[in-house]
């Protein structure tokens, strides 16, 4: 099992930026990939950003440019670099951790986004 917990949301103006964090423990060994999906009012959850444990990462093309996801390993710590950010941002943000067996998730870290 992983644990997962997400950090960093808060309210920030259009234009303003965050430094999502997701603190991971647990089974670490067992994950191949990791995530960081987003779900707004009313919509479905859309994936965001995700990386391999080689590094590789993609992007929604709503966040190509202005996000940036990277890991610390050392700290064993995911994070989601939020720039430029617009109200159609506004979310709550979930990590994921991706293994064999399952998905792992977090609670979930609400990034609200004022025009």
């Known amino acids: 099992q992983v644990q997962l917990v997400e950090s960093g949301g808060g309210l920030v103006q259009a234009g303003g930026s965050l430094r999502l964090s997701c603190a991971i423990s647990?089974?670490?060994?067992?994950?191949?990939?990791m995530r960081w999906y987003r779900q707004a009012p009313g919509k479905e959850r859309e994936l965001v950003a995700s990386i391999s444990n080689g590094g590789s990462t993609n992007y929604a093309v709503s966040v190509k440019g202005r996000f940036t996801i990277f890991r610390d390993n050392d700290k064993n710590t995911l994070y989601l670099q939020m720039l430029s950010l617009k109200p159609d941002d506004t979310a709550i943000y979930y990590c994921?951790?991706?293994?064999?067996?399952?998905?792992?998730w977090g609670q979930g870290t609400q990034v609200t986004v004022s025009s």
């Open positions: 647990g089974s670490t060994f067992l994950i191949n990939a």
């Open positions: 994921s951790a991706n293994t064999v067996l399952r998905e792992n």
